[in-house]
Nanobody
């Protein structure tokens, strides 16, 4: 069974930093693009940042220059370094893998359970 597990969320003051991690477990052979999304109360889920296996990245305009996404393919892990956090960054952050190939087959659109990030003013 393949799972995505996020960690690193928490409560931080405005201007502070957090680093989120998302590790994929299981007999994984390859993972396509990995993406961080977030969903604030009463709002739709939105893309925050994504990274391809080769390291190409994309960011939402609202986080450019403050957040950095990276991945360690050997560890099947994606990271989101969040600096200069603002109260409007408060949300549940979800990890997504566009597709995962593992020993038992393949999964498309895999999601983690989410991790809460709260930024106080």
């Amino acid at each position: 069974q393949v799972q995505l597990v996020e960690s690193g969320g928490g409560l931080v003051q405005a201007g502070g930093s957090l680093r989120l991690s998302c590790a994929a477990s299981g007999s994984i052979l390859s993972i396509n693009a990995m993406v961080w999304y977030r969903q604030a109360p009463g709002k739709q889920r939105e893309l925050v940042a994504g990274v391809t296996p080769g390291g190409s990245t994309r960011y939402a305009d609202s986080v450019k220059g403050r957040f950095t996404i990276s991945r360690d393919n050997a560890k099947n892990t994606v990271y989101l370094q969040m600096n200069s956090l603002k109260p409007e960054d408060t949300a549940v952050y979800y990890c997504n893998a566009e597709s995962i190939v593992y020993s038992g087959g393949a999964i498309r659109d895999a999601w983690g359970q989410g991790t809460q990030v709260t930024v106080s003013s």
